[in-house]
């Protein structure tokens, strides 16, 4: 098995896996080693994780997240949900005051969910397997949560495939450190800092759009000249979609009973 080192330096998003089914032993020892070691505000735990390996029931998942072709091909997807149903029906059963029902408690289990689902991935990333992480489940996030049965206060964060991989793509380039690392306080990066952090990050990236033809030809259609221009055009992370999403995402919010149901999502506060 690799150590965390090996495991973290050593990880690829995987998108294309081998039939091989993951034994049940692995995947219990997994998660049972991931709840363990993860981290948790008081102890409670505020998430949940459904395991789908049905065939069918992937089929719903692959539809619902984009119809992304991995989702079929890997035996096992796994959705972390920010859960606080099984713990405020235990303050019920002992007669203690409800809580959690609020954002704040929204945040808190979302947080956890996104531990967890760490954990997990490196717990199988450290015995071989790959993993892809779907940005797909807020997109769908109340409809996944509809398909998965998932009660008040629970919502889907996000979910991996796991399998076998079928194939080693290169390592994805990050940027250099001091992007990411400040020392005491927040340090703004000026238009220089900016060029030196992005320059090499936008030089492979948009090489690695233009060797495919599909997206070429995409970017050539839009107009797309530079990388930054394609993570907000309507190919990628497009910011009329995100503010839709992100209104879908509030509506789950208050559907699941972390907002209250009388807010008025549509317009700002006065």
């Not at 993570?231 to 209250?260: C, H, I, M, N, Q």
């Amino acid at each position: 098995m690799k150590t965390v080192a090996e495991t973290l330096t050593a990880h690829r998003s995987i998108r294309q896996f081998k039939a091989d089914k993951i034994p049940q032993d692995v995947i219990d020892e997994v998660l049972q080693e991931a709840i363990m070691g993860t981290s948790s505000s008081g102890n409670l735990n505020s998430y949940s994780m459904i395991m789908t390996r049905d065939p069918a029931r992937k089929q719903r998942l692959y539809e619902l997240h984009g119809e992304q072709d991995f989702i079929l091909q890997a035996p096992l997807v796994i959705t972390f949900c920010a859960d606080w149903y099984r713990t405020r029906q235990w303050l019920q059963l002992r007669g203690a005051r409800d809580n959690f029902n609020n954002f704040l408690g929204y945040q808190v289990a979302a947080n956890e969910a996104m531990l967890i689902s760490q954990s997990v991935t490196l717990g199988f990333e450290a015995r071989g397997y790959g993993i892809c992480y779907m940005g797909t489940t807020l997109q769908a996030m109340q409809d996944i949560a509809d398909y998965l049965d998932l009660p008040e206060t629970c919502l889907p964060i996000t979910t991996i495939v796991v399998g076998v991989p079928a194939e080693r793509p290169d390592r994805r380039e990050r940027l250099p450190m001091r992007a990411y690392v400040h020392d005491e306080i927040y340090q703004e990066p000026g238009p220089s800092d900016l060029e030196e952090l992005y320059g090499a990050r936008e030089e492979t990236g948009w090489q690695r759009y233009m060797s495919m033809p599909h997206l070429r030809a995409m970017c050539e259609e839009g107009g797309i000249t530079s990388l930054a221009q394609m993570y907000t055009s309507p190919y990628k992370y497009d910011p009329d979609a995100y503010a839709a999403t992100s209104l879908r995402v509030l509506e789950a919010l208050r559907g699941r009973g972390f907002l209250p149901s009388g807010l008025d999502l549509t317009q700002p506060d006065e």
